[in-house]
């Protein structure tokens, strides 16, 4: 088969298309042609060799697969050859008491398809995928559509949702709104019933994040985010922040809470360290809390809301596979509203 292989770390140029050998399947696996896989910053830090995810190389990237059965091991039942699917993102053992206890995206053994240690992900024309970690595909969206929402839609809701407990007349700040990750936080927080204020990066992502549901947007690049908030909440601040970008935006988020407030945190995209002025969070009785991608009772949950058109995935553009390193440079540029999906 086709597949972009990344044979070490390093810049775009080291995704190479090439042909390889298609996975073996054991008993219990299902081989899935891709259709579509949805690029994600995660590939990107996979792809720079960060040290975290294990990754041993040569490596195919791609967490984020919609595709169909093509073929199946002996002991699966009820996907069929044709069968439209996606693969959950977030590979729990399902054994552990985590895992037993639905909290399968903390896993003693947690590993993500496409970014951890032999994982072989979705930059491919097939991908092996154990049956416990396969979905049938939303009805009503195309390969491409299905390929944008599971990564970004199930870490949008476990924050907003699951960690943030969102409420209806509440208000959230969502940094960075016209990402992935941020644009489908602004459509599930007003499907929670909530006030939205996101910020974007430039003026022409202003209408794109108004589209999806925001109320007010900001640019955190030339506005003093904090201050405009206030003003928006009548001094008060939100309930809530959506924060992936970490030390570029982090003071300023800080700042917009609340007394009683929250801010939620999934990614740090500009760094991984920043200051935090420590008498501020207990006098103001401030809550931060962590949060990485989600259960995959949750991904069964977007599933149906993308079935009932509540909730929609945004594809920007796609691109053939083997101009995946060319994707990736777009992706690095952030000159995109939305998903960026390879086509095998
Ligand atoms: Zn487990």
């Known amino acids: ?29 299902v081989l899935v042609r891709v ?38 091991g002996q002991d699966v039942q009820g996907f069929p050859p044709g069968t439209a699917v996606i693969v959950s993102p977030s590979w729990g053992c399902f054994k552990c008491s985590f895992c037993l206890s639905g909290k399968d995206n903390q896993c003693a053994d947690f590993r993500i398809v496409g970014a951890s240690l032999n994982l072989d992900g979705g930059y491919a024309e097939y991908v092996r995928v154990p049956i416990q970690h ?22 949008a809701w476990h924050m907003v949702i699951s960690r943030g407990k969102l409420q209806p007349g509440q208000t959230i ?38 589209k ?7 640019n955190h690049e030339t506005e003093p985010v904090h201050a405009k908030v206030k003003e928006l909440t009548h ?28 801010l939620v945190i999934c990614g740090s995209t500009t760094g991984p360290a920043t200051e935090l002025d420590l008498r501020f969070v207990f006098s103001r009785h401030l809550s ?6 989600g259960t995959r ?28 390193g060319k994707a990736h440079e777009l992706l690095e540029s952030r000159k995109l509203f939305g998903k960026l999906v390879l086509i095998p």
């Not at 994600?40 to 490596?59: E, Q």
């Not at 990402?179 to 430039?202: E, N």
């Not at 599933?303 to 995946?324: G, H």
């Open 212 to 218: 999806m549901g925001a109320d007010f947007v900001l």
């Open 134 to 155: 396969l979905l049938k595909a939303p009805r009503n969206l195309s390969f491409e559509e299905s390929a944008s929402f599971p990564l970004t839609f199930l870490t």
């Open 235 to 262: 001094g008060e601040g939100v309930d809530l922040v959506f924060e992936h970008i970490g030390p570029k935006t982090w003071k300023e988020s800080i700042a917009s809470l609340k007394k009683g407030g929250k």
């Open 288 to 293: 931060i809390l962590g949060s990485s991608l």
């Open 1 to 29: 088969m086709k597949a972009v292989i990344l044979s070490k770390p390093g810049g775009p140029e080291n995704l190479v298309y090439a042909d390889t050998a298609v996975p073996a399947l054991s008993s219990q696996d």
């Open 35 to 72: 259709k579509a896989c949805a690029i994600n910053h995660l590939d990107i830090w996979i792809r720079n060799g960060l040290p975290a995810y294990k990754t041993v190389f040569p490596h195919i990237l791609g967490s984020d697969i919609a595709g169909v059965v093509e073929s199946s």
């Open 173 to 210: 700040l969502v940094i960075g709104g016209s990402s992935g990750i941020g644009s489908a936080a602004i459509q599930i927080s007003r499907l929670a019933g909530a006030r939205v204020i996101a910020t974007v990066g430039s003026p022409e992502k202003f209408e794109k994040a108004k």
């Open 297 to 324: 009772a949750e991904l069964m949950t977007l599933i149906s809301l993308m079935e009932e058109k509540k909730l929609r995935p945004v594809v920007d553009r796609t691109f053939p596979l083997k101009e995946a």
